[in-house]
């Protein structure tokens, strides 16, 4: 297959493990918090998160004995194990184990997808094509709560949706059979974490996107678990309605990161719209505890500001890391990729700790503080064009 057609294969896999993923991760909280308390959840999310990181320590090992295309096929085919079952367990406590391998295998995706994308790029392309695939990623991010709201109306019958999620990721294990059959893997990196992260960091350039990037997940962590329940739970909000307001909220990822990917490349460099999204995000996010009403429209566009900024640093960090990085750097990889995974063990054992003192609106507007740190970061990073 020629590149540019294995390119857009990989675009088409990234929907579908994409949508995969999305379809499930708004409810996540809600399920787990069925079992276990809200604090509960966030620990949960921790040691998920903990063991994802281990994994990703062994990722690069792992693609030099298979390669990226047999790696990719292992973890989708467990995947559609592990969410088969959790339809089946719903409600019990199995589901936590399993919420600990999802987590763990979805991680583990992303890092693959990775590599077919750098594959394929460029220092002049590096930008639209990570910004068609986030965006791509972002149509079933922004379809995913519409389905959610369409299967659980003003119920709670959660197995629907892992059902859903299920079947989304079927079309993945036939394009990884039967599209990547030539792919030719880079020389990979071999990876000691140790000394991998120690030259991350001494590459001033990435050492500051990675913050800025931590800042970043750390903000989605904060939001897939916490968001949902107070919407829900705490303004009294059905699930039909959430959905619109998650569908609208996130529109700016489907919108958006492609044109700044290419503009990115094209035009201008990412520290200025870097700096814009951050203060957006910070700003909007600060902003959302003293929201009261349970207004469908108050609260999609109040959300709606928050993915608008987050939606620019998403574009502008991914673009500007790998810019910086060359495809067999797999380790560096790896690496970028256990930023996400720590942030959400970090953001939730934080917030289960601020729990104990504080009411959960008041987590958003610590939120947007954490944000804004990012901001002097970003004023001085050196821009790539």
Same mark, same amino acid.
């Given at each position: 297959? +020629?590149?540019?057609?294995?390119?857009?294969?990989?675009?088409?896999?990234?929907?579908?493990?994409?949508?995969?993923?999305?379809?499930?991760?708004?409810?996540?909280?809600?399920?787990?918090?069925?079992?276990?308390?809200? +604090?509960?959840?966030?620990?949960?999310?921790?040691?998920?998160?903990?063991?994802?990181?281990?994994?990703?320590?062994?990722?690069? +090992?792992?693609?030099?004995?298979?390669?990226?295309?047999?790696?990719?096929?292992?973890?989708?085919?467990?995947?559609?194990?592990?969410?088969?079952?959790?339809?089946?367990?719903?409600?019990?406590?199995?589901?936590?184990?399993?919420?600990?391998?999802?987590?763990?295998?979805?991680?583990?995706?992303?890092?693959?997808?990775?590599?077919?994308?750098?594959?394929?790029?460029?220092?002049?392309?590096?930008?639209?094509? +990570?910004?068609?695939?986030?965006?791509?990623?972002?149509?079933?991010?922004?379809?995913?709560?519409?389905?959610?709201?369409?299967?659980?109306?003003?119920?709670?019958?959660?197995?629907?949706?892992?059902?859903?999620?299920?079947?989304?990721?079927?079309?993945?294990?036939?394009?990884?059979?039967?599209?990547?059959?030539?792919?030719?893997?880079?020389?990979?990196?071999?990876?000691?974490?140790?000394?991998?992260?120690?030259?991350?960091?001494?590459?001033?350039?990435?050492?500051?996107?990675?913050?800025?990037?931590?800042?970043?997940?750390?903000?989605?962590?904060?939001?897939?678990?916490?968001?949902?329940?107070?919407?829900?739970?705490?303004?009294?909000?059905?699930?039909? #309605?959430?959905?619109?307001?998650?569908?609208?909220?996130?529109?700016?990822?489907?919108?958006?990161?492609?044109?700044?990917?290419?503009?990115?490349? #094209?035009?201008?460099?990412? #520290?200025?719209?870097?700096?814009?999204?951050?203060?957006?995000?910070?700003?909007?996010?600060?902003?959302?505890?003293?929201?009261?009403?349970?207004?469908?429209?108050?609260?999609?566009?109040?959300?709606?500001?928050?993915?608008?900024?987050?939606?620019?640093?998403?574009?502008?960090?991914?673009?500007?890391?790998? #810019?910086?990085?060359?495809?067999?750097?797999?380790?560096?990889?790896?690496?970028?990729?256990?930023?996400?995974?720590?942030?959400?063990?970090?953001?939730?054992?934080?917030?289960?700790?601020?729990?104990?003192?504080?009411?959960?609106?008041?987590?958003?507007?610590?939120?947007?503080?954490?944000?804004?740190?990012?901001?002097?970061?970003?004023?001085?990073?050196?821009?790539?064009?």
């Amino acid at each position: 297959m +020629r590149p540019r057609h294995l390119l857009h294969v990989t675009y088409l896999l990234n929907f579908f493990i994409a949508l995969h993923t999305f379809s499930v991760v708004y409810v996540n909280s809600s399920v787990l918090e069925n079992i276990v308390s809200a +604090r509960g959840v966030g620990i949960i999310y921790a040691l998920a998160s903990l063991a994802a990181i281990v994994a990703l320590i062994y990722t690069p +090992r792992l693609l030099r004995d298979v390669g990226d295309v047999r790696a990719s096929l292992i973890f989708v085919c467990a995947e559609v194990i592990v969410a088969g079952l959790f339809v089946i367990t719903l409600n019990t406590w199995f589901i936590i184990p399993l919420f600990v391998l999802q987590t763990i295998i979805t991680r583990l995706l992303w890092v693959d997808l990775d590599i077919f994308l750098e594959t394929a790029s460029t220092q002049n392309t590096t930008g639209s094509i +990570r910004g068609i695939a986030l965006t791509v990623a972002s149509v079933a991010l922004v379809l995913s709560p519409l389905v959610v709201g369409f299967l659980l109306g003003s119920g709670t019958e959660y197995g629907r949706v892992y059902l859903f999620s299920l079947c989304a990721l079927l079309p993945a294990v036939v394009l990884l059979t039967l599209s990547f059959k030539h792919f030719k893997d880079p020389r990979y990196t071999h990876f000691h974490f140790r000394n991998t992260v120690k030259r991350l960091f001494a590459r001033l350039a990435l050492r500051r996107i990675v913050y800025i990037d931590f800042t970043l997940r750390f903000f989605y962590a904060w939001m897939v678990i916490y968001m949902p329940l107070y919407l829900h739970i705490y303004q009294g909000i059905a699930w039909g #309605k959430i959905g619109i307001i998650f569908t609208v909220m996130l529109i700016p990822f489907a919108v958006l990161e492609w044109p700044l990917g290419r503009l990115a490349d #094209k035009r201008f460099g990412e #520290k200025e719209m870097l700096v814009g999204g951050l203060c957006v995000t910070a700003l909007a996010t600060a902003v959302l505890p003293f929201i009261t009403t349970p207004s469908v429209v108050v609260w999609a566009l109040a959300l709606l500001a928050t993915r608008i900024g987050a939606s620019t640093i998403e574009v502008m960090s991914e673009t500007y890391f790998f #810019k910086h990085i060359q495809p067999k750097e797999a380790d560096f990889d790896s690496a970028f990729r256990m930023v996400e995974p720590t942030a959400y063990v970090i953001a939730p054992l934080f917030s289960s700790l601020l729990l104990l003192f504080l009411p959960l609106p008041l987590l958003f507007l610590i939120l947007g503080g954490i944000v804004a740190t990012a901001v002097p970061v970003a004023l001085s990073l050196v821009d790539t064009e």
